[in-house]
């Protein structure tokens, strides 16, 4: 006979390596699969939490460049727009042929075509 150090109850040992009674054993090897499948099931869920960080990242970058996009767009209209009176302001033409003038005109003149 031997004492269970689990639960204090006295069992028969009938091998030198049983140390603890058979429920206590049984208890003791279901509390130990109930930790393996948590801790498998906690592997899991921070599988699917790091693939929802992926996706949540991919979604902001995503949104953070169509916002860029839209207002280089806007930009870019806006200096469509605003190109053809920049153009005849600035010309040496109207401005006593200053190099000023001829360098901003040179400088539009190469952002129209960008824009074309």
């Not at 953070?64 to 280089?72: G, T, Y």
């Not at 190099?99 to 960008?114: D, I, Q, S, Y």
Request: glycine share 0%; hydrophobic share 40%; proline share 3%.
């Amino acid at each position: 006979m031997a004492i269970c150090p689990a639960c204090g109850n006295s069992f028969h040992r009938d091998e030198e390596w049983k140390r603890t009674c058979r429920p206590c054993y049984f208890a003791a090897k279901n509390a130990t699969n109930k930790v393996t499948i948590a801790a498998e099931a906690l592997e899991t869920l921070r599988a699917q939490a790091a693939n929802a960080d992926y996706w949540q990242t991919q979604y902001r970058n995503a949104v953070r460049k169509a916002e860029q996009e839209r207002v280089s767009n806007d930009v870019a209209s806006i200096v469509a727009t605003l190109l053809p009176k920049l153009l005849y302001y600035c010309h040496p033409d109207r401005n006593d042929s200053t190099t000023e003038a001829t360098n901003v005109t040179a400088t539009l003149l190469a952002l129209r075509r960008v824009l074309q």
